[in-house]
């Protein structure tokens, strides 16, 4: 692996995590709410970086051995990283809260809404991360496909 490669990835792992945060923070930018921005990014860098360094990581060299490199490779492997805080924070907060009445909401819509809330911003790290890690000139990278 080259310099330039290396330094791609790296540059992948930092901005990929908080690249969901940061389309939010744009989309509340956009409707005039500044706050909301801020809250968005704060919490795509809670979230996503423990997930993408402890789960993140091995992913991509699991992908890398695989030959999986493609966009919707990292696209679906993202989304579904995204879904690992929903599968660890929301089952100990229910437990801790006592279920989903005590978190504010009764109807199993709202923890619909975080599972897909999550699954696209994993999507959204995940494409990110390709765009930013996986150079064209690399092999099976030059296509969005696979």
Known sequence: MDRVTLVRILAGFAVGPIAPGLLFALGCLVLGNSYGGSHWIALAFRIGYPVAFIF???AFLFMQ???????????????LLGLVPCCIVVPAAIGFAGGLDAMGGSRIESLGEIVALAFFCGAVAGLCFWIIARPAGLPGTARLST
């Open 56 to 58: 993140g990581i091995p």
């Open 65 to 79: 051995w695989k030959g999986w490199t493609g966009a919707w490779a990292y696209t679906i492997a993202g989304s």
